[in-house]
C-alpha cells in the first residue's frame, strides 16, 4: 500500500563524481532530487503502478530507501503501522464517513491529511 501511495516524497543528493543515471549525464557536485513516489510507480519495474501485489513487487519496494542510507527505522515504522491496522480492522468494518470525504496531504508532504472513518461494529464470527 506504500508503495502505490509513499508517504516519504523525495531526497536530495549531490554527486560525488561524473555519471550517467538512465541516460541523463550527471557531473560531479550538481544536486539531484530522488523522487521516491515516481520511482515507487514507475511501469518499467512493476508494470500497471495501480496494481497490488505485494509479494511480486516487494524486493524492488522503495518506500524505505536502498542502499548506505536505507531507513533504520523500516522495522519500527512496520511495526506500528501493522499494530495500528490490526487494531482498526478488529474494531469493526471501516467505511468512510459519508459528508466527511478524505482530505490529501498537500506537497511536499503526502499521503491523507485527514481520513474519517466509521468503525461498523460486526457479528464476532465476522471479526479478524
Ligand atoms: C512509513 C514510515 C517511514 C518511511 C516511509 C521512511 C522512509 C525513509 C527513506 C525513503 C529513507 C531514505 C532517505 C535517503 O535515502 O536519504 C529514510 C531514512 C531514514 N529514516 Fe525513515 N522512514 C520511515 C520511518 C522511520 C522511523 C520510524 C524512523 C526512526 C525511528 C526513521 C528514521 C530514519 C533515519 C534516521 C533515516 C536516515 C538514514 C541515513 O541517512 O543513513 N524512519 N526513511
Redesign the pocket.
Known amino acids: 500500500m506504500?508503495r502505490l501511495d509513499?508517504?516519504?516524497v523525495s531526497?536530495r543528493r549531490v554527486a560525488v563524481r561524473d555519471t550517467v543515471v538512465a541516460g541523463c549525464p550527471v557531473r560531479a557536485g550538481e544536486e539531484i532530487v530522488?523522487d521516491?513516489r515516481a520511482a515507487n510507480r514507475d511501469s518499467d519495474i512493476f508494470g500497471d503502478p495501480e496494481s497490488f501485489d505485494p509479494d511480486g513487487h516487494g524486493t524492488a519496494n522503495l518506500?524505505?530507501?536502498v542502499g548506505?542510507?536505507?531507513?533504520?527505522?523500516t522495522g519500527?515504522?512496520t511495526r506500528q503501522?501493522r499494530i495500528l491496522l490490526r487494531a482498526v480492522i478488529s474494531a469493526g468494518r471501516p467505511e468512510l464517513v459519508p459528508d466527511q470525504p478524505p482530505v490529501r496531504e498537500h506537497a511536499p508532504a503526502a499521503g491523507f491529511r485527514t481520513l474519517p472513518i466509521h468503525l461498523v461494529p460486526e457479528a464476532p464470527e465476522h471479526r479478524r
Open positions: 506504500l509513499d508517504p516519504f531526497n530522488l521516491w518506500v524505505y530507501g548506505p542510507h536505507v531507513c533504520p527505522g519500527l515504522a503501522l
